[in-house]
Each structure stands twice: as structure tokens, then as C-alpha cells.
């Protein structure tokens, strides 16, 4: 959609099929859509005004975020928005606006954040493929005993740093990681030590299946649990 601003009031000027369907306005835009301002979440306007200004001020990358908007049934809907600032002769403030629904991925991630305040298991999701090794951390229950969240675990699982936090990981450990990984059994369990930022070491014990292959791309499942 074509968004003109003056002041703090955003108008749409354009729009077109998409947006009609995934805000629900059926054709109604210009009767109750032309002030998008008025959509917005009262949370969420000052970050909106933001990512105005740095597309305005930056004609060539634009700007991002995440908005929520209270669209035409009543519900809330959140929008991962690309902003660009339409370069005209007499310097109004207009833009070039996409949109994509992120209400579902983001109830999810809700969902998987309140399980693991009551889950007491570490679930993990590795991919192995061509490229490389990805870990993805699906629920965290062990993230406040070990002082880390979702995204730090899944970065330091991603770079190796993890790996630095085991104490007594030895070579039947990394024997066993290439097995599965190779495909010569199924899974593998072990103990290990783990030690925290603040100093403590807990007991854990790790268990990695072997899960599916797709596309030449193998799948694992790893639950880590205090002992």
C-alpha cells in the first residue's frame, strides 16, 4: 500500500487486493482504512512514527519492525512491515508500504515461551544438511537454572560456545554425536556437567534422536533434563 503523511496522520492513498484481504477491510478502505494511524495499537504508534522516520531519512534501505493493528473484525493482528519513502517533487512525506501476517508465528512463539515455565526439559532441533549444522531451541525449561533464554542458547549452540559449557564431555561423547550422525544408530544418551555464568554446575542429562531425513537433510531431537 502508498501511505502520505502529515503530521502524526497517515493516510492511505493506495492499496491493493492483498492488503484489502489481510486486513479484512472488503472493499471498504476509504470508508473506515484511510487513517491507518487510527489502526494502530496504542503500544505500538510510537515505534510506527519511528520506522517512518528512518525510511524518510533513508531513501535507500528503508525501515522494518513488527506493528500490531486492530483491524476491521474486531481482532488483533500483528505485521511484519517494510517501509520505503517514494521520492517526490515537492518533498511530502509518502511511502511504499508491504505487509506480511505474523499473528500465527508469533501466538506460537507465545505458546512455546509459557510451556517452558512449565517444562522442565531443554528441547532442541538440529539440522544437518550441506551447508551445515543448524540448532534451533524449540522449549527452554532449563533456561532459568541455567541463567540463559531461547535465542542466547540457540546462538551459542549455533557458534559452539555451548559446546565450552560442558565440563566432562569426553570422547565417547563426541564418538557417539558422529554415529548418530552418520546414521549408525538411532540415539544416543549421556551425562554431562554444565557450567552456568554464575558459576554453578548442574547435572544434566542429554538425550539426541535421530528423528527424520528430507531432501538429503537429517533431522535430530535433543531433551536435556536435570538429573
Known amino acids: ?10 493516510y492511505v492513498t493506495r492499496y491493493n ?5 489481510l486486513v479484512g477491510a472488503k472493499g471498504r478502505l476509504k470508508d473506515e482504512f484511510s487513517r491507518i494511524d487510527e489502526w494502530v495499537h496504542p503500544d505500538d504508534k510510537k515505534l510506527f512514527y519511528e520506522l517512518l522516520d528512518i525510511a524518510y531519512e533513508d531513501g ?17 493482528a500483528m505485521f511484519y512491515l517494510r517501509i520505503y519513502r517514494i521520492n517526490t517533487e515537492n518533498d511530502s512525506r509518502e ?29 532442541i532441533l538440529t539440522e544437518e544438511a550441506e ?28 557458534n559452539g560456545k555451548f559446546f565450552e559449557r560442558m565440563l ?22 549421556t551425562d554431562v556437567d554444565i557450567l552456568t555464568d554464575g558459576g554453578k554446575v548442574f547435572s544434566v542429562h542429554v ?3 535421530f528423528a527424520y531425513s528430507e531432501d ?3 533431522m535430530f531431537v535433543t531433551e536435556m533434563y536435570e538429573k
Open 95 to 123: 511511502f511504499y508500504v508491504s505487509y506480511r501476517d505474523i499473528t500465527k508465528t508469533k501466538h506460537l512463539e507465545q505458546r512455546m515461551r509459557f510451556l517452558s515455565t512449565y517444562i522442565r526439559s531443554t528441547i
Open 131 to 158: 551447508s551445515g549444522v543448524k540448532h534451533e531451541v524449540l522449549l527452554n525449561g532449563m533456561g532459568r537454572k541455567l541463567g540463559i533464554t531461547s535465542e542466547a542458547l540457540g546462538r551459542e549452540l549455533n
Open 60 to 76: 535507500i534501505n528503508g525501515s522494518e519492525g513488527v506493528i500490531r493493528f486492530q483491524i476491521s473484525n474486531g481482532r488483533m
Open 216 to 218: 538429503d537433510n537429517k
Open 207 to 209: 538425550n539426541t534422536e
Open 17 to 21: 487486493d492483498q492488503m484489502l484481504k
Open 168 to 189: 566432562n564431555r569426553d570422547k565417547g561423547f563426541l564418538e557417539n554425536i558422529a554415529k548418530i550422525r552418520k546414521g549408525l544408530v538411532n540415539n544416543v544418551e
Open 1 to 10: 500500500s502508498y501511505y502520505l503523511q502529515q503530521g502524526e496522520k497517515i
